[in-house]
């Protein structure tokens, strides 16, 4: 079965400056999606990047990027010029590539950002 | 676009009280989910269907049935509330080809059980 972890359970940036959140992810699929969601206060779930694993360019999204190490099974994101908006749960995803198109979702990491 | 819509956005039910939590998309999506989200932890699959008339556990099936008769809805049953089900429902859709690259999420049920 594949899984999803997230290391960091919280982690603080200065407005302005840039920080990485990390994901791994096991699995034995090679064509596989993956995802980074924010989820503010409201509870509302947020897309922010998606990367296919068939793709080695890592995906960007304005000041967000991803780092997709296939062979490694990591994909981190990189939130550049932290916004105090920024500050939310975020949550790295797998979706299977086989006809279930279940999501997995890792334990999120809790982003403070500071003024 | 109405996209996912959950109802009811808030309810308190007591212990062995039964509820129906709804979800109705109108995006065509042949993939739909329930998810749940316990404080401050991620979220765990509950059931989730690939089309009309086909439901499948998830990772916390206990306690919740589902039905899928349309396209559109898909709503979960909390049979006998028990205060472990007390947390924050998601229902979510996918589509396929193309548009199930994406998942889309409802607003999110709380739900608390007394």
């Known amino acids: 079965a594949q899984t999803v972890t997230q290391s960091q359970p919280e982690m603080s940036v200065q407005e302005a400056e840039t920080v990485t959140l990390s994901c791994t992810y096991d699995?034995?699929?090679?064509?596989?999606?993956l995802f980074w969601y924010k989820q503010p206060p409201s509870r509302q779930m947020i897309l922010v990047i998606r990367?296919?694993?068939?793709?080695?360019q890592n995906a960007t999204e304005n000041r967000f990027s991803v780092n997709f190490q296939k062979a490694a099974k990591s994909f981190s994101l990189k939130i550049s010029d932290s916004q105090l908006g920024d500050a939310a749960m975020y949550f790295c995803a797998y979706r299977t590539s086989s006809g279930t198109y279940k999501y997995i979702f890792g334990t999120g990491t809790r982003l403070k950002v500071l003024a | 676009n109405a996209g996912v819509t959950q109802t009811p956005k808030f309810r308190i039910l007591k212990i062995g009280q039964s509820m129906t939590l709804q979800c109705t998309q109108d995006m065509n999506h042949n993939y739909m989910y329930w998810y749940r989200q316990d404080p401050g932890m991620g979220l765990k699959l509950i059931y989730y269907?690939?089309?009309?008339?086909?439901?499948d556990k998830g990772e916390v099936p206990n306690g919740y049935n589902v039905s899928r008769s349309t396209t559109e809805d898909f709503p979960l049953r909390l049979e006998l509330a028990a205060p472990s089900q007390t947390s924050v429902y998601f229902c979510?859709?996918?589509?396929?080809?193309?548009?199930?690259?994406?998942?889309?999420f409802g607003e999110g049920s709380w739900l608390t059980v007394v």
């Open positions: 979510a859709s996918s589509g396929t080809g193309n548009t199930g690259n994406t998942i889309y």
């Open positions: 990367q296919e694993a068939y793709k080695q």
């Open positions: 269907s690939v089309g009309a008339g086909i439901t």
């Open positions: 699995t034995s699929e090679s064509d596989y999606y």
